[in-house]
Structure formats: C-alpha cells, structure tokens
C-alpha cells in the first residue's frame, strides 16, 4: 500500500508531463484529472510511468454528484479502470452539478444545501465509491451565489453528507478564501465549523479578482486557478494547520501555467508552513 506523503504534491497537467516523465522532480506527490488521461492512451502509459515512483492522486472533474438525473456510469467505469491501473492514493470530486442528462455544461455548477440535495448527492456517491471500491473525497466549491432553498450552512451539509455516504472531505482552503469574499462569511469561522476529522487532503490554488457587474465598485474573486496563491490563503492555511495539524496538501494551478519549477516553488512553500507549525507545537509540548 502507498503511503501517505506529508511533503506538498502539485497537480500534473498535460502540458508538464513530458518534463516530469524526463528530469524526475523531487515532489511529495502528483495529482492528475482522469478526464485528460481517458482519450489519450500516450499520457496514460507516461502517467502509469510515473506511477511507480511518485504517489498519484486522481481528482476527478467530470462525476457530477449533484446531478438530479444521475451520474453517467460509463464516465465512471473508465475512471474506475485508470483507477485500477494507477492506484491512487485518492480520489476526489466536487460537491457540484455539470451534467443535465447526457448533457455535459463543463462547469461546476452549485447545489442548494437541503435535505433534498442531501439525499441525492449520498446516493451518488455511494455509488461511486460501490463502483470504485475507494473512499470517495468530496471538496468544498468556490461560490458565487447562494440559494433561498438552503436549509443548511456548507459546513454542515458536509458534515451531513459524510455521516450519510461514508465519505472522507478534501478541502480547498483558496475555495474558502474566494467563497468567504463572495459569499460575505468569516473565513476562519468557516474553518472553525468544518468537519476537520474527515479531512483527509488539503488544496491550495491561486484566483482572480474581477469587477462585480452585479454591484459597480466591488470585486467578485473567480477561482480560476491561473495564479499564484494569496496572501489571504497562505494566512487561512496556517491557521488551519495550527487547529488541525498538518494535512496532505496539493498545489492546484490549471490555467496561464507556470514552469514546473514554480509550482515546485509554491509546494515548498507550503511545506515551510507546515515544518514551522510543526516545530512550534513541539516547542508548545516540551514547555
Ligand atoms: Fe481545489
């Protein structure tokens, strides 16, 4: 069985494979969408190349869990046979909806928090994890809007939908961060409510401000993955690191892609937070 890295991993994406496959990095781990591997049976082989020597996670963008007409099965059983090839140390998915039917809308749509959502997001994922055979990890969305019909903080319809499916939480502390600006919540508070003993990993990813047409003279954050990471979530990062202690945590950057070398940079970053955090709670412990 693979173990579980604590040095930061960073998302692989098509367009570093070659470079990773060549000079062999020293990172924590890779994590990779399957939907890019599914049609391209030369990344497949590399990424099972890369398999043998760095830990591989596998973060899913095409399960839509949300989807009041069901998941696509086909989509999931060739997830499943990647996932049987490359053995994952995770696999993961977003608490969304993008697909309508067999329609795909290649978005990450949100969800009412209710008892309705409720039920059909933990029949999906069940479902996911009865086909996979692995625990499924569901992460926190990036928010722009929200719903009348939700009877429920995020917070507690997570922790809801773990009790309910069994499932373990990824959270994606910048998603916090965009939401928390968006959405006019407390960051920290956010963290304080989560369901920290089911977290099992961690994201951080870079995002962008842009004009709110909605109310001229302020600014809605777009999670685009296409920077570097904030100050903001750097900050909420430590602070959840001193509550919970340290997690695995991933670098995400999908678009305007840096070198290899820069999302290298911004792993090591992390991994400084985390050894400093670290010390200081032994430092707390021996007084
Ligand atoms: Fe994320």
């Known amino acids: 069985m693979t173990t579980i890295p604590n040095t930061p991993g960073i998302g692989l994406r098509l367009a570093h494979l070659a470079e990773m496959v060549a000079t062999r990095p020293a990172a924590g781990w890779l994590e990779v969408h399957p939907e890019n591997f599914l049609?391209?049976?030369?990344?497949?082989?590399?990424?099972?190349?890369?398999?043998?020597?760095?830990?591989?996670?596998?973060?899913?963008v095409g399960i839509s869990v949300g989807s009041a007409t069901g998941i696509d099965r086909m989509h999931l059983k060739r997830i499943r046979e990647l996932v049987n090839q490359i053995k994952p140390i995770f696999v993961s998915g977003h608490?969304?909806?993008?697909?309508?039917?067999?329609?795909?809308?290649?978005?990450?749509?949100?969800?009412?928090?209710?008892?309705?959502?409720?039920?059909?997001v933990s029949a999906h994922v069940n479902e996911v994890q009865d086909t996979l055979g692995l625990p499924y990890l569901i992460e926190n969305p990036?928010?722009?809007?929200?719903?009348?019909?939700?009877?429920?903080?995020?917070?507690?319809?997570?922790r809801r939908?773990?009790?309910?499916?069994?499932?373990?939480?990824?959270?994606?502390?910048?998603?916090?961060?965009?939401?928390?600006?968006?959405?006019?919540f407390d960051?920290?508070?956010?963290?304080?409510?989560f369901p920290a003993a089911a977290v099992v990993e961690m994201h951080l990813g870079g995002f962008t401000p842009e004009e709110d047409e909605a109310t001229p003279g302020a600014?809605?954050?777009?999670?685009?993955?296409?920077?570097?990471?904030?100050?903001?979530s750097w900050d909420l990062y430590e602070y959840?690191?001193?509550?919970?202690?340290?997690?695995?945590?991933?670098?995400?950057?999908?678009?305007?892609?840096?070198?290899?070398?820069?999302?290298?940079?911004?792993?090591?970053?992390?991994?400084?937070?985390?050894?400093?955090?670290?010390?200081?709670?032994?430092?707390?412990?021996?007084?």
């Open 161 to 184: 939908l773990v009790q309910h499916a069994g499932c373990r939480l990824l959270l994606d502390v910048s998603n916090v961060v965009v939401s928390a600006h968006n959405m006019g």
């Open 219 to 232: 600014e809605i954050w777009i999670d685009t993955h296409a920077a570097a990471i904030a100050e903001r």
């Open 39 to 60: 049609a391209n049976p030369h990344a497949a082989e590399l990424l099972a190349e890369l398999s043998a020597q760095y830990p591989i996670s596998v973060h899913t």
């Open 240 to 287: 959840t690191l001193r509550r919970w202690g340290a997690k695995p945590t991933l670098i995400e950057w999908d678009n305007e892609l840096p070198s290899l070398a820069t999302l290298l940079g911004e792993a090591g970053h992390a991994q400084r937070i985390a050894v400093a955090i670290g010390r200081e709670a032994v430092h707390a412990k021996a007084r």
């Open 187 to 193: 960051a920290h508070q956010y963290m304080d409510d």
């Open 95 to 120: 608490l969304a909806w993008s697909t309508y039917g067999a329609e795909y809308l290649n978005d990450l749509l949100p969800l009412p928090y209710n008892e309705e959502t409720l039920q059909i």
């Open 142 to 158: 990036a928010s722009y809007v929200g719903f009348h019909s939700s009877t429920m903080q995020e917070t507690e319809f997570l």
